[in-house]
């Protein structure tokens, strides 16, 4: 079991991590060409800047379910170090709990946000605006997993009390 988990966090890790490569790229390159046509050949590229735009939003979600993975959002530690070991991984499964409730409104809002979206068109470009705000309960999902999984690691640890 566990190294099935560990073989799912670093699969969905990689992959993230490529997603995120790759529209960093995709965005540098857009970027850099929307200012090469305005400022050189005085003729700007509206799409460039909506692409642009979609990307970094891609990014940016993605890259907040990266960091929950990483257990490096914001969050207070001060007190839960100073409690004993089984009293930290108690906390940390209630908090994974809490997480989680958190997770699940951010996936179905997501969800309903997203639905109601694929028939309003971007200006520029004319994508369905779902295919954007499908990042939401994509990363949602995706935070959903790994806070799972350390959820199952806090049980784990709080069961061996460790």
Not at 9 to 19: F, H, N, S, T, Y
Not at 29 to 47: C, D, E, H, K, T
Not at 112 to 138: C, D, F, H, K
Request: proline content about 4%.
């Amino acid at each position: 079991m566990r190294d099935f988990l560990a073989m799912l966090r670093r699969a969905l890790e990689g992959v993230v991590r490529w997603i995120v490569i790759l529209l960093m790229g995709i965005m540098t390159v857009l970027v850099s060409a929307q200012i090469v046509s305005r400022y050189v050949f005085n003729f700007p590229l509206g799409w460039t800047e909506e692409m642009a735009r979609f990307s970094f939003v891609w990014v940016s979600f993605l890259g907040a379910s990266a960091l929950m993975q990483v257990r490096e959002h914001i969050n207070v530690t001060v007190f839960v170090e100073a409690f004993p070991p089984r009293l930290r991984a108690l906390c940390g499964f209630l908090a994974n709990c809490c997480g989680l409730v958190c997770i699940y409104f951010f996936l179905v809002g997501g969800i309903a946000l997203t639905s109601n979206e694929w028939r309003q068109l971007a200006p520029a470009t004319e994508i369905p605006m779902g295919w954007i705000y499908l990042v939401i309960p994509a990363a949602a999902a995706l935070m959903g997993t790994w806070v799972l999984l350390q959820t199952i690691e806090s049980a784990q640890a709080l069961i061996k009390g460790t």
